[in-house]
């Protein structure tokens, strides 16, 4: 219920997207415009958004272990670290606005002046957020630790809905008032946060042992190791920047709308499964990190079962995408100066996105699993693999990228995660993580309400097969295909009495 509910925010976060995709496509179309507001945009919120995720795996075991420890010392412990990390960003913040002219000439030598000058522009505003979002993270790990998900996930959806609202109202300058949005609405999420925070914190008193547990002799604290919880979340931070930003880097070279198309393919690609991705491996690592601050260890048969739980439940909505590729494209983006040529090729491209979410989440919940275990030699394991993976996506960018342009790059996010999982799994041969017996109890039937998921999606589109294209009849073959896919995963779940525990 924590992964839904979680997933219920970052649904909002969802819809929000496809509206500003809808109303950049609208008013800006593809060419060196949009080109120039989605490559500051991709550079700072790529920035944010990885700190964000990333920041995580450093202040969630550090705030469990607050929890578990300080009772009443459990809130200061939150407000100094925010206080930290929100001068943090406004380090990150200065220099980002101090570099952003040569960042643009590195990145996109291509771009006009007046393109350059826009992107440096709108990079700056981006990045002035930084201070609130860096706070944000530490609310959040704060939040999540005390069980809320749901409601700091919809928070933080705010940026969002203030950027929609400058793209259909402002008459002028729309990308850079649609960047200053971004950052005031951002430090309105931090008040909303602290709001939370200071409300729910108060009453803290500490880890309640489960009553399963309460007899049991309490098991020596494991040792919290802030260096190298520090250090992995750096890594990880570097490689995650240092892939968004070569693959802007490449895209950008691949011509005039090559950075917009890329944009679009991964928001409305990756946007179902990345997102449910996130939720569950967010919610498992709390987990986790909270067994690691009472000295438990997760079990291997539990991290298995996640992995089945999260294969089971993300086909869907990318295969979704895949097959609905041209009508969703089409209707979504297809309007204002967004003209057939660019809705194909984005159609084009996103099918091939489709294919990543899938090999992401077994990678995401390998590094989880590993940044979780005190045990292991975690930055060794963890610079090993992202090292790996982020040099496999430069040479796939290089070797892919000229003979097939955006469908290059996203062919090889769909690759690189495959390898470097193979590589992983050889590391940890000998720790047990991955070895023991699975034992699958009602969540078995995941697999089975996809697959029923899958075949609704296929049988509600055949009426329409025959159906010329049209705005309309896209609508509804889009909504009877959805609609009859969710209703036999549900009926489907509901027979078998699927129940999902995440371990």
Known sequence: MAAVSHFGGQLLGILLALLVSHLIARRLGVGAEADAFFFGRRIATSLIETLSQIMGVFYIPLVAAHAARS??????????????????????????????????????????????????????????????????????????????????????????????????????????????????????????????????????????????????????????????????????????????????????????????????????????????????????FTAWSRRAAAGQRPRASGFLRNIFVGLAELPPGPIFVALHSQALVGFLLGHGRFDAAAVDSVAHSLRWMTLAPLSAFVLRMVLVRVLADPGLPVVRLIAIGIGFDTGLKALLFQLLTPGFGVVGIVTAQAISPVATVLLMAALLRGSGLLGGPVHLGREAGLAAAAAAAIAGFILGALPFSGVAPSMRGDLAMLACSGLLGGVLFLITAKVLRVSVALH
């Open 71 to 284: 009772g009443g010392g459990f809130l200061r412990a939150t407000l100094r670290h925010a206080a930290i990390a929100a001068a943090l960003g406004l380090g990150l913040s200065l220099l980002i606005a101090w570099g952003a002219a040569p960042m643009v000439r590195l990145l996109a030598p291509g771009f006009d002046g007046g393109a350059a000058v826009l992107a440096g522009q709108a990079l700056t505003l981006f990045g002035a957020a930084l201070p609130a979002t860096m706070a944000c993270i530490v609310f959040a790990a704060c939040l999540n630790v005390m069980g809320r998900f749901g409601m700091p996930s919809a928070i933080r959806q705010l940026p969002r809905a203030a950027v929609a609202a400058v793209l259909a109202l402002a008459g002028t300058d729309i990308a850079i008032r649609g960047a200053g949005a971004f950052a005031v609405a951002w430090f309105a999420v931090a008040g909303l946060m602290l709001l939370q925070c200071l409300r729910i914190a108060r009453n803290w008193a500490g880890e309640a042992a489960p009553p399963a547990e309460a007899a049991a002799p309490p098991a020596p604290a494991a040792p919290v190791r802030p260096m190298a919880a520090g250090i992995s979340a750096v890594l990880l931070m570097v490689a995650a920047l240092a892939s968004t930003w070569l693959e802007t880097g490449f895209a950008a070279q691949v011509g005039p709308g090559g950075v917009t198309r890329l944009e679009l393919t991964q928001r409305l690609g990756t946007l179902p499964g990345n997102t449910l991705a996130v939720a569950l491996s967010l919610v498992v």
